[in-house]
């Protein structure tokens, strides 16, 4: 099971965003993030817990805790592209789960 | 550039059965990865139903197991999705997707939103 934390967040543009992740278990880093904006499908950002899927903008970045359960998707400056909802994916097991979502708005 | 297309009907009707089929352009099924359908009740959160590998090998979320069929035609390049019996609860944008290995979904179709009513 993935926790995601805040449900919902609210920042200005140029803020630092962090959304959290925790999963039930130890995942080790096979941990996706994802992007996805109203109506579309969701975009993969991060995969293996901390490397960044091509074409993703460098002010994405992600990291995991040593034990495997902890994990956060940051945002460094945060840019009006970037509303929407963020999902955590855990890909260690079977089933695959996501987390519940953290949406982002703008200010 | 790989491209991903879900096809079926938008409306079923209670105890019928879901039919969606994703059809893939710019890569072959055949050469590889794990292709999955994830689905989204409206307003809610993103849930995995499945995935298959090009050989046939294939993967069910335990909550949808005893109703899902996946399925890949790699003559055809795509792979489908059956779910029955339906009722309401799987009212939802069906997505389909590739997945990297090891990794997330890195390609998906723009979903196909199929509504169970009668």
């Known amino acids: 099971q993935m926790t995601q934390s805040p449900s919902t967040l609210s920042a200005s543009v140029g803020d630092r965003v962090t959304i959290t992740c925790r999963a039930s278990q130890s995942i080790s880093t096979w941990l996706a993030w994802y992007q996805q904006r109203p109506g579309k499908a969701p975009d993969l950002l991060i995969y293996?817990?901390?490397?960044?899927h091509s074409g993703v903008p460098s002010r994405f970045s992600a990291s995991g805790s040593g034990s495997g359960t902890q994990f956060t998707l940051t945002i460094s400056s945060l840019q009006p592209d970037d509303f929407g909802t963020y999902y955590c994916q855990q890909y260690h097991l079977y089933p695959l789960t996501f987390g519940g979502g953290t949406r982002v708005e703008i200010k | 550039q790989v491209q991903l297309q879900e096809s079926g009907p938008g409306l079923v009707k209670p105890s019928e059965t879901l039919s969606l089929t994703c059809v893939v352009s710019g890569y072959s099924i055949s050469s590889g990865y794990y292709w999955g359908w994830i689905r989204q009740p409206p307003g809610q959160g993103l849930e995995w139903i499945g995935s298959?590998?090009?050989?046939?090998?294939?993967y069910y979320s335990p909550s949808l197991k005893s109703r899902v069929t996946i399925s890949v035609d790699t003559a055809k390049n795509h792979f489908s999705l059956s779910l029955s019996p339906v009722t309401a609860a799987d009212t939802a944008t069906y997505f389909c997707a590739r997945r990297r290995f090891p990794g997330g979904f890195d390609y998906w179709g723009q979903g196909a939103l199929v509504t169970v009513s009668s």
């Open positions: 293996e817990a901390s490397t960044l």
């Open positions: 298959i590998y090009h050989s046939g090998t294939t």
